[in-house]
């Protein structure tokens, strides 16, 4: 009996015994996996998965985490400052060998499922991104709250007063309190000294 089963995006050909080697699979040497995502099942009766044959597995038991072949790319421009760039790889793999065919029950096995190792930290930034969703919710209601008009003053039209509140300034309050270090290191408009002093004046009510 001989299962084709897919891993690391390519096809393999297995049979009991087999000594394989996959892309890089997140599993320790002597570890048991098992290979959930089986094309077809050779044998007295085949089985064409559509795609994929429905409780059927193969397990394998991994021998080692090795690396492929050095893979050496070289980039040469024939210009008139021509250059050259030589770059080696090694291809990160997992030695393992098969040691069943499951037509079925693969899913009641318990084994642990054969799956690619990520990068390091890969999935930090997505479980970052919920927080500073959430804080920027909540901050969001009490900007508003403290807005203030700022046309009002004169000379803001409502493209200056966009580019204040893109700098983070948005009531007159905020206006008043800029130090003229602080206006100098404002990049989308350009604050006019007037501002500031309506803006304490409308502080103050």
Known sequence: MFAVLKTGGK??????????RVEKLAADAGETVQFN????????????G????????????VIEQIKGD?????????RKHSS??????????TLVKITDILSSGADKSGIKAATGSAPAGEAAPAAKKPAKKAEAKAEAPAATAAADDLTKLN???????KKLAEAGIESFAALAALSDEQIAAIETVKVKPEWVEQAKELAKG
């Open 70 to 78: 050095k893979v050496i790319k070289f980039v040469k421009r024939r």
């Open 84 to 93: 050259k760039r030589t770059v080696g790889h090694r291809q990160k793999l």
């Open 37 to 48: 995502d089986v094309l077809m099942l050779g044998g007295d009766a085949p089985v064409v």
């Open 11 to 20: 096809q393999y050909k297995v049979q009991a015994g087999d000594i394989l």
């Open 155 to 161: 000379g803001v039209g409502p493209a200056a007063a």
């Open 50 to 61: 559509a795609p994929f044959v429905e409780g059927a597995g193969v397990q394998a038991e």
